[in-house]
Each structure stands twice: as structure tokens, then as C-alpha cells.
């Protein structure tokens, strides 16, 4: 059993090789020794991500449960019934974040009002999504009061 356990377990890795192994099977090649033609390969190769403002319609398209009106968006007459809420990705729950708070900015309280409860009623969402859903609610509903006292 010692020859068993000196032969298995008496394996050295060196931390860098085993950096470099979870990194991927390409070293990466820090900036400071890249060579100008690979540096402007990557330049050339580059585009930044512009926001054009539109991130309430983007999480319509990407989960299409969440329809106008508080209909589904559903296409070929497919049926709510039976079918599964649908479990946001966290690619979906940061647009959900970026969508409320560019509805807030644009003072369309009542819009993020209707989208967290479609939110709540049609996506499976955690403890911590729903509650953040609620908080997002109930500041609006705060500003809707607060408008329509002004208003009277």
C-alpha cells in the first residue's frame, strides 16, 4: 500500500503548469511581449458593443413568454397550458436589470410595474430574483402615487 500511494499520490504539478493547463491549451501571451502585427490583428479585429437603448424590446426577444399587454408572445398558436416556465439565464436576468432600469429612467413606472409581475407570473425565478422583482415594483408603485397626487 506505501508503494501504492508513494507511486499515485507522490505527483508533483508545478502551480504554472497548472495554471496554464486550467487556462486553456494556448498559453496566453501577456501584452507587454505581443508583437505589433498580432497587436494589430487584434485592433483591426475589435468592435465595441454599442447599447442603442432598446433593452426592454431585447428581453421581449429573448424570452418570449414576455408578451405586450400581458399576452404571451407565442407563436404557431402554441398553448400556455401545459408548457413550463421557462428559467431565466443569467444573460436574461441582467437584461431584465438593464430593461427596468432604462424603463425607470424614462419614468415608465407603470411599464416595470407590468413587467415584474409578468416577470413573477410567467418566468420560474429564485428567492433573491423575486424579491428584487418586488422592490423594483414597489418603488414604482411609490412613484406612481406620488405623480397622481401631484396631478389631482
Not at 502551480?15 to 493547463?21: G, L, N, Q, S, V
Not at 486550467?22 to 502585427?37: I, K, L, M, N, Y
Not at 490583428?41 to 433593452?55: F, H, I, L, R
Not at 420560474?124 to 418603488?139: F, N, P, Y
Request: hydrophobic share 35%; aromatic share 8%; net charge negative.
Amino acid at each position: 500500500m506505501a508503494e501504492y500511494a508513494d507511486g499515485l499520490f507522490a505527483i508533483e504539478v508545478d502551480t504554472d503548469d497548472y495554471a496554464k493547463t486550467a487556462a486553456g491549451d494556448t498559453p496566453s501571451v501577456p501584452r507587454t511581449f505581443q508583437s505589433e502585427a498580432d497587436f494589430q490583428t487584434q485592433k483591426s479585429s475589435y468592435a465595441a458593443k454599442v447599447d442603442v437603448g432598446d433593452n426592454y424590446h431585447q428581453l421581449l426577444k429573448a424570452v418570449p413568454l414576455l408578451g405586450q399587454d400581458g399576452q404571451p408572445n407565442l407563436e404557431d398558436g402554441e398553448a400556455t397550458a401545459g408548457t413550463a416556465q421557462p428559467k431565466l439565464s443569467k444573460k436574461d436576468l441582467q437584461l431584465l436589470g438593464y430593461a427596468v432600469g432604462e424603463l425607470y429612467y424614462d419614468k415608465e413606472y407603470a411599464k416595470i410595474i407590468e413587467l415584474c409581475s409578468q416577470v413573477a407570473d410567467v418566468c420560474q425565478v429564485d428567492a433573491k430574483t423575486l424579491g428584487s422583482l418586488r422592490k423594483w415594483a414597489g418603488r414604482c408603485e411609490g412613484r406612481v402615487r406620488r405623480s397622481d397626487g401631484r396631478g389631482s
